[in-house]
C-alpha cells in the first residue's frame, strides 16, 4: 500500500509557514503546499516538484537555510481515483482517517495551482441528519409496505457504505446506487395522495441521494482518472 505523509514547514525562504503533503507514486512522492490541515472548505493547494522517498521520514532542518519540517500525520493511502484535473485519496495515518480531494483549479493559468478539500465532511454532515431524522411510521396501506422496505434496506446499505467511507476504508463504488424506479412510484403514490407518510419518504429518499451523490470515488468527470473497479 503507498504511503503519504503530511509535515509542518516552517522558516520558508518565502516567509509562509505551511504543511506539506507527500504522496508516494512511482518511487517519488507527488507534493502539494497547504496553508492548514482542517481543509473543511476548498483550500489553495500548490503542487510543487516530485520530491525524494526521504521526506517520507524526515524531520528537522532543510539546507540552503529552507527552514524545518516536522511531521504531522503519516502513514498509508487508498487512491480512489486519479486523473489529470482531480485525484481523490483515502488517508489512514496515525492520527486521523480521511479523504482528500485534490482538483486543478478551474481556469488557473498556472498548471500548479490546485485546491484541497476534505470530502468526508459533507458526507459526514447528510449521514448525520439522516440518522436523526425521525424513525418512518409503518405505512397507512398495504400496497405500500414494498416501497416502505425498500426505502428502508437502501437506505440501511448507503450508511453503510457511508461509514466505509468516512473511515477512509475500501468502498465498493459499485454498490453506490440509488433505485430510480423507487423514487418514481413515490412520486407517483404522491401525485394521488399527498399523504404524511409519502411526504416523509419522499424526504428521506431525497436524503439517501444526496448521500450518494458524495459517496464518490470522484467529484468531477475525468475521462484521464484511474479509477478502482
Do not use: C
Request: aromatic share 6%; glycine share 6%; hydrophobic share 40%.
Amino acid at each position: 500500500m503507498a504511503r503519504f505523509t503530511i509535515s509542518h514547514h516552517t522558516g520558508a525562504t518565502d516567509g509562509k509557514d505551511h504543511f506539506d503533503l507527500f504522496l508516494e507514486r512511482s518511487g517519488k512522492l507527488k507534493s502539494w503546499r497547504l496553508p492548514d490541515t482542517d481543509l473543511m472548505e476548498p483550500s489553495p493547494a500548490l503542487m510543487t516538484p516530485d520530491h525524494d522517498l526521504k521526506y517520507l521520514t524526515y524531520e528537522g532542518k532543510l539546507s540552503g537555510s529552507k527552514g524545518s519540517v516536522a511531521i504531522v500525520d503519516s502513514g498509508n493511502y487508498i487512491e480512489d481515483t486519479w486523473g489529470t484535473s482531480g485525484i481523490q485519496v483515502a488517508l489512514t495515518g496515525k492520527k486521523s482517517r480521511r479523504r482528500l480531494w485534490l482538483a486543478r483549479t478551474a481556469g488557473a493559468k498556472d498548471s500548479a495551482e490546485w485546491t484541497a478539500e476534505d470530502v468526508t465532511l459533507p458526507a459526514r454532515r447528510i449521514t448525520t441528519t439522516l440518522l436523526r431524522e425521525p424513525a418512518p411510521e409503518p405505512p397507512p396501506t398495504a400496497d405500500l409496505e414494498p416501497l416502505a422496505e425498500a426505502l428502508v434496506e437502501e437506505e440501511r446499505a448507503l450508511v453503510s457504505l457511508a461509514e466505509r467511507f468516512l473511515k477512509a476504508d475500501a468502498v465498493d463504488w459499485s454498490r453506490v446506487t440509488t433505485d430510480t424506479d423507487l423514487r418514481s412510484k413515490i412520486r407517483g403514490a404522491l401525485a394521488r395522495w399527498r399523504h404524511p407518510w409519502l411526504v416523509a419518504a419522499e424526504r428521506r429518499a431525497q436524503f439517501v441521494d444526496d448521500l450518494a451523490k458524495v459517496v464518490t470515488p470522484s467529484r468531477a468527470a475525468d475521462p484521464a482518472a484511474t479509477k478502482p473497479a
